[in-house]
């Protein structure tokens, strides 16, 4: 996937300026796939020349006028050939399974601090996680539709999230049980 697509979905579900879907991106669609406000910028310009967006400039007084992007038709046409198009499974590449595979060349503490950090951000992200589902789906059996997808894609990063914190508790209380 690249981020164009990214872009197209949310600009599908509400047009909006380059700022606004860099905010929407940092609180939503951004925990899937992560883009800096200046990505989304330089991949708006090319998505524009492109013709998959459209803009309409709206003059704001003391600022630079504000863009405003929507999804053309030929942006729409993209976005349903990408949807048809075959995804790959995502492989996990993950830098602290290969830390923990090694720990025993170095300083085993080091990388048990290390994963203990790493399950504090896994702990945090599932709290937004779970904050998102009680603020956006307090009813998700009520949900179809555009919802039904955002929630199920939530739920995904719940559950990963919950995996991920359950996997470092397993690998901490091993590796301390082994230290002592």
């Known amino acids: 996937m690249a981020l164009e697509h990214a872009i ?11 700022y606004e879907l860099a905010r929407r991106f940092d609180r939503s669609i951004g925990y899937f796939w992560p883009a800096t406000h200046q990505q989304i910028y330089r991949v708006l310009r090319r998505m524009d020349e ?3 967006v459209t803009h309409t400039e709206i003059a704001q007084e003391g600022r630079p006028d504000k863009k405003v992007y929507r999804v053309s038709a030929a942006g729409r046409d993209e976005l349903s050939r990408w949807l048809a198009e075959r995804e ?7 830098g602290l399974g ?4 090694g720990a025993s060349l170095g300083d085993p503490g080091v990388v ?6 790493h399950r504090a951000e896994h702990a945090m992200r ?7 589902q009680q603020r956006d789906f ?12 955002q929630y199920l ?28």
């Open 153 to 180: 894609v939530l739920r995904g990063g719940i559950r990963a999230e919950e995996s991920f914190v359950d996997w470092c508790d397993e690998v901490i209380e091993a590796v301390r049980k082994d230290h002592r």
């Open 98 to 101: 290969v830390k923990l595979r």
């Open 88 to 94: 790959d499974p995502a492989v996990l590449r993950d």
């Open 138 to 149: 307090p009813k998700p059996a009520k949900l179809h539709d555009r919802d039904l997808h």
């Open 50 to 52: 492109a013709g998959w």
């Open 112 to 117: 048990l601090q290390e994963i203990e950090r």
């Open 8 to 18: 197209l979905v949310a600009l599908s579900e509400r047009d909006g300026s380059g």
């Open 126 to 132: 599932l709290e937004v996680y779970r904050g998102i």
